[in-house]
């Protein structure tokens, strides 16, 4: 028996008696990616994003192991929420313009102390003043660098569209901005190089690919941590006691941890590891979340179909974006359709061994997002649940 297969009887003894569809956290698995996490951050702590999480009781179980601290938000109802329900260090990984919020933000002390927003432009300042409606608290700032290579003197751009600020000078004058501005204390500089954490760099069946990532992403690394070391520089200049410099992701902790001017690193798809991360050269890790969805008819020899498992993750749409069949090994979309709104057909051999209302377990290609499509993960251990948490949409949250 493989390992995948002696997994698929696991989660299968382990969900006996219940019906699909429904999501699992393998917690044995969970908790052996956040060790190789701490591992890889070779003792830096690593700041756990909750867009990939989307679980307060899976961001506590986290957070209380050595080697994480804080967490990295989304949106900022989301960063008041959780900071009401006890997380004391939310960094808004994002700009907001939440202008109810805000004011929220700026009238209660607990809230102001916990959380710590986003700017990247003098007017997002401006827009928070507006929003005080009378609250005086101090509100945690920090800075967000733009991290993409530039090539061919900036003709060719590589990296996400986020912050406009990139030079040193840039970042540090918009530090004198937040300093002479009343109402606001600069704590913090981020930069998420998504190019490098975010992209993997040993495509199946792609060797050419694969080689120009990885030859792009070694440049990006070198380019970013020159940059990013002369830009805390001058940031610290203006603002001493910064307490933090974010940077990294899943797929580049260990290189962003290396670099002597980050303070803390970034991670959460790492927890659960979805699909896309699965093409990486720097590390590999065991698929902790997955959905079942059961078998409602079988149409012929070598197909079966399941109920829904339309679930696409977000970026630009394509094969990639989509869950991938797991368990039973060996199972495939037919191309007509793909993964469908309320029916997926499913081709290949293990189909004619499938019965009516066996479960077929998918990996989303994206990790939090999975958690918008159920409102109940059931947690294993073995081959049992021994617990079972809401997500975020079943405690009737949906921040975006």
Avoid at 80 to 107: N, Q
Avoid at 221 to 248: I, Q, S, T
Wanted: aromatic share 6%; net charge neutral; glycine share 10%.
């Amino acid at each position: 028996m493989t390992a995948r297969a002696a997994d698929r009887a696991r989660y299968n003894r382990a969900t006996a008696h219940l019906d699909a569809p429904l999501a699992i956290v393998d917690l044995d698995a969970f908790d052996d990616n956040a060790d190789d996490l701490v591992a890889r951050a070779d003792g830096k702590p690593i700041r756990v994003a909750s867009k990939s999480v989307r679980c307060r009781a899976l961001l506590e179980r986290v957070l209380a192991r050595p080697g994480f601290a804080g967490i990295m938000s989304f949106t900022l109802a989301e960063s008041l929420w959780l900071a009401r329900a006890g997380f004391d260090d939310v960094l808004l990984a994002y700009p907001s313009a939440d202008r109810a919020a805000f004011a929220e933000l700026a009238a209660d002390p607990k809230l102001a102390a916990a959380v710590t927003v986003m700017v990247d432009d003098p007017s997002q300042l401006e827009l928070i003043d507006a929003s005080r409606a009378g609250g005086q608290e101090e509100i945690r700032v920090c800075l967000e660098l733009d991290t993409s290579l530039r090539l061919l003197g900036g003709r060719i751009r590589i990296g996400a569209l986020r912050s406009p600020l990139r030079s040193p000078a840039q970042l540090a004058e918009l530090a004198r901005s937040v300093a002479r501005r009343p109402g606001f204390r600069l704590v913090g500089l981020m930069a998420y190089e998504g190019h490098v954490a975010g992209v993997g760099d040993a495509l199946a069946g792609r060797p050419l690919r694969s080689r120009a990532i990885r030859l792009m992403q070694a440049t990006a690394r070198k380019e970013l941590a020159a940059r990013r070391a002369e830009v805390v520089r001058a940031v610290r200049a203006v603002a001493p006691e910064l307490e933090f410099v974010n940077g990294g992701g899943t797929g580049s902790v260990q290189h962003t941890a290396a670099e002597a001017a980050v303070t803390e690193i970034a991670a959460g798809s790492g927890l659960y590891v979805p699909r896309l991360f699965d093409n990486y050269t720097s590390f590999s890790a065991r698929p902790a979340a997955l959905f079942a969805q059961p078998v409602v008819r079988r149409p012929g020899v070598g197909v079966v179909t399941v109920l829904g498992g339309g679930y696409p993750a977000s970026g630009a749409a394509g094969a990639d974006r989509s869950p991938v069949p797991y368990l039973p090994e060996g199972l495939r979309y037919d191309p007509q359709e793909g993964a469908g709104e309320v029916q997926t057909p499913l081709l290949g051999s293990p189909a004619d061994d499938l019965l009516i209302g066996d479960k077929v377990w998918f990996r989303h290609a994206k990790a939090g997002e999975l958690c918008e499509r159920f409102d109940a993960l059931r947690l294993i251990e073995g081959d049992r649940i021994t617990a079972t948490v809401p997500t975020y949409r079943g405690e009737g949250k949906t921040f975006l």
